[in-house]
């Protein structure tokens, strides 16, 4: 065998392997994700919301994902990314906003909320209206706020007033849990 057979083969072997990025979350108990960087555990279930998907959202800035359903159309995205040095939430969540306003909806709100029904945490929020049938506004929910070293955000669409107790138990839970659990990683 030549040296340019053997550089050749090691590269098939080793290229594919070097260039995979590393599974940001571990297999945990009752079919939960851990989220290894900052302790934060992605539950196959949160209230009656199912967990779909968990993955890298962006390797540059450092941002994972767990996204859940729920019936009757109501979606929940949590992203967790280790805190920039200047946490701002309207510059960490700007990417989104650009895609949302892009689709044609209008922004309804901005505020800051506090949420958990055992943590208390101040978020920011802003919300946008999708579409409006009959009694329903459809809505985008986007929230951000700071635990410990992470921005945890979280996105929700939903139809007011239709889902509104569902978004509060999501955002509650979500928030109640990244305080736990970020608090106390090491």
């Known amino acids: 065998m030549t040296r340019w057979t053997t550089l050749v083969l090691v590269l098939f072997f080793l290229?594919?392997?070097a260039g995979q990025e590393a599974d940001p979350f571990a297999d945990g108990a009752n079919g939960a994700k851990l989220h290894t960087a900052s302790g934060f555990v992605c539950p196959l279930q949160i209230g009656s919301f199912e967990r779909d998907a968990v993955g890298q959202r962006d390797p540059q800035t450092g941002a994972d994902y767990c996204s859940y359903s729920a019936l009757d159309g109501v979606y929940g995205t949590i992203t967790l990314q280790p805190l920039p040095q200047a946490y701002d939430p309207v510059a960490l969540l700007?990417?989104?906003f650009v895609v949302q306003e892009?689709?044609?909806t209008r922004m309804i709100g901005e505020d800051r909320r506090?949420?958990?029904a055992k943590a208390r945490l101040s978020i920011y929020t802003r919300t946008y209206e999708t579409?409006?049938?009959q009694n329903m506004q459809y809505r985008t929910l986007f929230t951000?706020?700071?635990v410990g070293a992470w921005a945890v955000d979280v996105t929700?669409?939903?139809a007011d007033p239709r889902d509104r107790e569902l978004e509060t138990a999501f955002l509650n839970?979500?928030?109640d849990a990244a305080v736990r659990r970020i608090g106390a990683a090491p």
């Open 15 to 17: 290229g594919p392997a």
């Open 94 to 96: 700007a990417p989104d």
């Open 102 to 104: 892009g689709t044609g």
């Open 114 to 116: 506090t949420v958990g």
């Open 131 to 133: 579409a409006r049938l």
């Open 144 to 146: 951000s706020g700071a």
């Open 156 to 158: 929700i669409e939903y």
């Open 173 to 175: 839970a979500v928030y």
